[in-house]
């Protein structure tokens, strides 16, 4: 069965780097495009951007450039956001989601999501 | 960028047909995706393509895409369904290219 993993909570200090994966299972990774989505504390989800598993070409969202990276590890099924200089007000619940077809825009399977709480 | 209102709350009591809509600027003429999340879990697609349902997801979900409004439609309601629903576009001419609608919490009285 398809499962996305992602990796588990992380808090880190103003200005710190973190790193979460997203391991996906069950399927061929290299067929679907992987995508991000933040929620802030008690608020909607908001899309990141997205990667290409075949190229490894990243597109982000206005919003998310700069600090925001989209890697991947093909050996290894595994997607990965990078955000680097955190800030506060990237405190939020970070999914990975699978689109179900490449360009359809519509996300069939998502990770549990990772939640990353900047703070002093 | 391209904009998705949502009402922030549907009430309904059990056994009834709960309908929320999501509003853009001719939406119609997009493809609406639409997502339940339960509080502490990750969202879960109910119906993509306007009116298509994903493997797994009840009947009861459909939706429909029309002029300004698309909605969904949650028929026999249970008290399961409790949950904030988002609908969700893609729109290559926006930046961002994906846009979801703020949200609205479906509570089953």
């Known amino acids: 069965q398809v499962q996305l993993v992602q990796s588990g909570s992380e808090l880190k200090k103003p200005g710190a780097s973190v790193k979460v994966s997203c391991k996906a299972s069950?399927?061929?990774?290299?067929?679907?495009?992987m995508n991000w989505v933040r929620q802030a504390p008690g608020q909607g989800l908001e899309w990141m951007g997205w990667i290409n598993t075949n190229t490894g070409n990243p597109t982000y969202a206005q919003g998310f450039t700069g600090r925001f990276v989209f890697s991947l590890d093909t050996s290894v099924s595994t997607a990965y956001l990078q955000i680097s200089s955190l800030k506060a007000e990237d405190t939020a619940v970070y999914y990975c989601?699978?689109?179900?077809?490449?360009?359809?825009?519509?996300?069939?399977?998502w990770g549990q999501g990772t939640l990353v709480t900047v703070s002093s | 960028s391209y904009v998705l209102t949502q009402p922030p709350s549907v009430s309904v009591a059990p056994g009834q047909t709960a309908r929320i809509t999501c509003g853009g600027n001719?939406?119609?003429?997009?493809?609406v995706h639409w997502y339940q999340q339960k509080p502490g879990q990750a969202p879960v697609l109910v119906v993509y393509d306007d009116s298509d349902r994903p493997s797994g997801i009840p009947e009861r979900f459909s939706g429909s895409n029309s002029g300004n409004t698309a909605t969904l439609t949650i028929s026999r309601v249970e008290a399961g369904d409790e949950a904030d629903y988002y609908c969700q576009v893609w729109d290559s001419s926006s930046d961002p290219n994906v846009v979801f609608g703020g949200g609205t919490k479906l509570t089953v009285l």
């Open positions: 001719n939406i119609g003429s997009k493809s």
């Open positions: 989601a699978r689109e179900g077809v490449y360009s359809s825009g519509w996300y069939d399977y």
């Open positions: 069950g399927y061929t990774f290299t067929s679907y495009a």
